[in-house]
């Protein structure tokens, strides 16, 4: 089929009711800049899940950030997202009025260069992100040793994205089908999604983050409703069994570990940290850090979980804003707050 008869095939879907969940930050982007809603049945509903790194964060990760930007000769360094989120009393950014240290970057490279021109001061990066991420990582760490540098270390957040598209699954998720991450699927390939598939009886696509290529793989998820298969359509960049140097190169570094998840707990093996070996440059990456927002009305983990549209907040739009966000969700530029509230995602 051309995309003119995919097109409309969606728009007049007129079948029984489906659901079906981006597990993928830019899948999340990309959906609300191209308008997909609006050229879908009512039939179809779209449900953002837990794909953006910033959003999926817990608030005891992002305290003890600040509690180290607040150590003497210590200074924390990240990306900019990751200064607006709040922890549970203040986010890094209000760190700074109080004395603490955080310098924002654009590369994790650049922290070596800080660390060279200043070495009384340790430098902690907050090393966010899923398996697209952690190769980067990876090749920090490779650098790090290289260049002999004993004042840099990283406070891990990095997750793995198999593990908790089971836990959801496992809890009642009610998403028909997934579009599946294609960055993510870069590095573990899309066989990484077969045994949930199998297990639950539902298809998995992996696809590209153009407007015509997510409307292909909405199609395809219909077609395939109720059967456990993964289809691949972003054959340009994903492969059944992905990229296996930068897979090699992780594993060196990193081994999996328990981990929080905003709004679903602690989830077996669902992390990545430094393995014990390499503890000197770990600013204490394995704590299992809580998830206790100030704010109660914040509802970024039912969002995150697909069991609230960012609509059903009572604080979205009214409280919680891009400018004045009270949750992750809405400080990520990859957020599903953000997307809705910029692009009046329904």
Excluded at 314 to 341: D, I, N, Q, R, W
């Amino acid at each position: 089929m051309n995309i003119s008869d995919i097109t409309k095939f969606l728009a007049d879907y007129d079948g029984e009711p489906l659901a079906f969940m981006e597990v993928c930050g830019t899948h999340t982007a990309a959906i609300s800049e191209n308008a997909i809603p609006s050229l879908l049945s009512d039939r179809i509903r779209l449900i953002s899940g837990p794909g953006c790194p910033v959003c999926v964060t817990v608030s005891g990760y992002i305290d003890r950030l600040c509690q180290l930007a607040l150590e003497p000769d210590t200074c924390v360094v990240t990306f900019g997202d990751m200064i607006r989120v709040p922890g549970s009393e203040m986010a890094l950014r209000d760190v700074t009025s109080q004395g603490g240290r955080v310098k924002m970057v654009y590369s994790p490279f650049e922290i070596i260069k800080l660390a060279k021109e200043n070495s009384d001061t340790v430098f902690v990066f907050a090393a966010v992100g899923f398996e697209t991420t952690t190769p980067i990582y990876a090749v920090l760490m490779e650098k790090i040793i290289a260049s002999g540098l004993k004042n840099i270390k990283l406070l891990t957040a990095l997750k793995t994205m198999p593990p908790v598209i089971d836990a959801l699954c496992c809890n009642g998720c009610k998403a028909d089908g997934f579009i599946a991450p294609g960055n993510v699927s870069v590095i573990t390939g899309a066989n990484a999604f077969k045994a949930a598939a199998e297990k639950y009886g539902k298809p998995f696509v992996v696809s590209g983050f153009s407007g015509e290529e997510l409307l292909a793989s909405i199609y395809a998820l219909v077609k395939l409703k109720g059967q456990g298969r993964v289809l691949n359509l972003y054959k340009s960049a994903v492969t059944d069994e992905g990229n296996e140097k930068a897979q090699r190169l992780v594993a060196k570094y990193f081994e999996p570990c328990d981990a929080g998840w905003r709004g679903m707990g602690t989830i077996k093996n669902s992390g990545m940290a430094l393995k014990e070996e390499y503890s000197l440059y770990d600013a204490g990456s394995r704590m299992l850090f809580a998830d206790s927002m100030k704010n109660k009305g914040c509802c970024c983990g039912e969002v995150i979980t697909g069991a609230r549209s960012p609509r059903e907040c009572p604080l979205f739009s009214k409280v919680c804003t891009p400018e004045a966000p009270c949750g992750a969700c809405m400080v990520s530029s990859e957020g599903a707050c953000f997307h809705y509230f910029i692009n009046n995602r329904n």
